[in-house]
């Protein structure tokens, strides 16, 4: 009896980050029977319309090999969207996307920084790009589900950004979500610890055993 190629699941990492930084939840989804991989860049050296091209011949690979998912943390969500945005209409969509604290309008805290030299030297092109709502905007939905996953460690202050709204530290919940997405989940993680947390890899696990009832993995915890 031929048996079910495993599921496929591909993580991209956010702004300042490397493809390491998702090690501990790419660690869950491999006992639970996924074949993982990584995609990595580095903004200070990288515009985004090179990134999302690079991204893009990616997921035509891997949609070439069968079915697959999609993570996405913080920037790497948004160049996941804008990638899938690129694929050519007989490339197979993914089965779910997921977007760990990924913005999808304009940063408050990234327009905060976008004149400070420093910022500018270290995030480039991509962050320049989270501080533009026309081309934040411009970056359209994913037709695909969508699960967005929102951390609310965020301390309530009236100073910085956030104000009173609830946020991750980097992003607010507000910024990261939108009427297009499948479902939402709100976990108390730092933005930073999203990819790492267990509480994430529970939200993937319960969400891909509704599409796979067979899998054989047991069943998780939300978080929500």
């Not at 996307?97 to 913005?103: D, E, T």
């Not at 730092?190 to 994430?200: D, G, I, N």
Request: hydrophobic fraction near 40%; charge should be positive.
């Amino acid at each position: 009896m031929q048996h079910p190629a495993p599921m496929q699941a591909l993580f991209v990492h956010g702004m300042g980050r490397s493809p390491l930084s998702g090690w501990p939840l790419l660690r869950q989804l491999r006992k639970a029977g996924m074949q993982t991989c990584t995609f990595g860049y580095v903004v200070t050296v990288q515009n985004f319309a090179p990134i999302v091209a690079r991204l893009t011949a990616r997921l035509s690979t891997l949609a070439s090999q069968g079915d697959y998912i999609l993570i996405g943390h913080s920037l790497g969500g948004v160049l996941l969207r804008a990638a899938l945005a690129a694929l050519s209409e007989e490339v197979r969509p993914p089965t779910h996307v997921f977007l760990l604290g990924s913005p999808v309008r304009a940063s408050r805290l990234a327009h905060k920084l976008q004149g400070n030299r420093l910022f500018r030297a270290l995030t480039g092109d991509c962050g320049q790009l989270l501080a533009n709502d026309p081309r934040m905007q411009g970056i359209g939905p994913v037709t695909a589900p969508v699960t967005g996953i929102a951390g609310v460690l965020g301390a309530s202050t009236q100073i910085g950004p956030f104000r009173d709204a609830p946020h991750d530290g980097v992003v607010s919940v507000s910024e990261v979500s939108a009427d297009w997405l499948t479902d939402n989940v709100h976990i108390p993680v730092a933005h930073t610890f999203l990819p790492a947390s267990q509480r994430v890899a529970a939200v993937i696990l319960e969400r891909m055993a509704r599409i796979q009832p067979q899998s054989s993995s047991p069943p998780s915890q939300t978080g929500k």
